[in-house]
């Protein structure tokens, strides 16, 4: 009963840095969204075909220029750029807006990518705790145990979370169990350093 409350403990504390995590990630991306749909809605707001900081160009002046961008074109630029969409479709004009994208948007996309990641691992972590909490079906089980043993082994377990939570395709599990199968010459389920030495001099 005791080891069970440490293991609950362990899991609330797991859970709550996860949460922690994933608000700090998200905190972060939304500042990057935030400063790039300041800077585009507001100060880089000029999207003319000519560039934006000459005074002249081909007969057109500056003053000439009557496309700007909006607030909600900022950002939706800012959020295709950061997710690495990029349409093309809007994109800084200015020698100040491009040096400002050249550092905000490798930050920001850093901060992006690790949002995405934190999301994921508390979406795992969910998944885990209620695993911990509800447990299994027992037709779950059987599925699980792919030998019928009545028992599930380390391997059997650890190989359905990762297919489960799709961090291994099912199908690379399955080479890898072909490539044990041909080393395991004797067909006895474990592989020895003979069994292994004798694979490697048939090549």
């Known amino acids: 009963h005791h080891m069970k409350m440490m293991d609950q403990t362990t899991m609330h504390l797991r859970q709550a840095s996860s949460t922690r995590g994933l608000k700090v990630a998200a905190a972060i991306y939304a500042l990057f969204i935030f400063l790039g749909t300041v800077f585009f809605g507001a100060v880089e707001t000029c999207v003319c075909s000519f560039p934006c900081d000459s005074r002249s160009w081909n007969g057109w002046w ?8 909006t ?11 950061l997710t690495t969409v990029g349409f093309g479709d ?17 930050f920001g996309v850093a901060g992006t990518a690790n949002f995405l990641v934190e999301t994921a691992r508390f979406i795992y972590g969910q998944s885990l705790a209620r695993l911990e909490d509800q447990g299994i079906s027992k037709s779950l089980f059987r599925r699980i145990d792919v030998d019928d043993s009545g028992t599930l082994s380390k391997f059997e377990f650890v190989t359905y979370m990762l297919v489960q939570h799709r961090l291994v395709p099912e199908e690379d599990i399955q080479i890898l169990l072909g490539q044990f199968d ?18 490697i001099k048939d090549k």
């Open 62 to 69: 500056i003053e000439d220029c009557d496309r700007h961008r």
């Open 71 to 81: 607030i909600i074109d900022a950002l939706y630029m800012s959020a295709i750029t």
């Open 90 to 106: 809007e994109a800084p004009d200015s020698r100040a807006g491009r040096l400002f994208a050249s550092f905000w948007m490798i």
């Open 182 to 199: 041909r080393f395991d010459l004797d067909h006895n389920g474990e592989l020895t350093y003979e069994d292994l030495g004798l694979v």
